[in-house]
């Protein structure tokens, strides 16, 4: 199953809200490169397809870490299957026709200067990171209060926020945090940085 037919097959099964049937549909379109866009420039996912696979990586994460029992039992964490869906597959839709394919020189492994690619931002909608999803998801459906919040701060500490907003909004909503660390995981530990 390729990555696109499985990020399909679970928003399908899961996201069923009012709006969603569209959203999936721009997704699918000749309007997004959502399953071919890469999900970096230069790091994790930086490879055709690469924000499609980053989703469903942080999707396993977050169902993983929503998993313990202590999440649950301690921290309240309890969240449907739709809003673990929502929040893991679309935390990045800020990236699609985000990134834009450029030339280089560089030398070969013999020496030779030649052209090669590489990704570049091309941001023709510069409204900020998390926030830009929601925008982009808020168009077509309505989301909670709590995956709004998830979506917007799924950076953590690593954005340009002020870092007092970040821990405010990461302790009002625990789910801005599990979004989060399934980020970083994904991020650092399934995707790692192309050398």
């Not at 809200?17 to 699918?28: Q, T, V």
Request: glycine share 8%; proline share 3%.
């Amino acid at each position: 199953m390729s990555k696109k037919d499985e990020f399909i097959r679970i928003y399908e099964e899961h996201i069923k809200r009012p709006g969603a049937d569209k959203l999936l549909s721009w997704l699918c379109s000749e309007n997004s490169d959502f399953f071919t866009a890469p999900s970096s420039t230069r790091f994790h996912g930086a490879h055709e397809g690469g924000l499609v696979e980053h989703s469903l990586n942080v999707y396993e994460c977050l169902k993983d870490y929503l998993s313990r029992p202590r999440t649950r039992e301690l921290y309240g964490m309890d969240y449907s299957e739709e809003t673990i869906a929502i929040t893991a597959l679309l935390h990045d839709l800020c990236k699609v026709n985000f990134y834009a394919t450029d030339y280089r020189n560089a030398k070969n492994a013999q020496g030779i200067w030649e052209k090669v690619p590489y990704y570049t931002i091309r941001d023709s909608l510069p409204y900020g990171h998390g926030e830009k999803s929601v925008y982009i998801i808020s168009g077509f459906m309505r989301l909670s209060r709590e995956e709004a919040f998830a979506i917007r701060f799924h950076m953590g500490f690593s954005g340009n926020e002020d870092k007092g907003l970040v821990g405010q909004a990461l302790e009002q909503f625990p789910l801005a945090l599990a979004v989060s660390v399934a980020d970083m995981e994904a991020s650092y530990y399934l995707e790692g940085s192309q050398k």
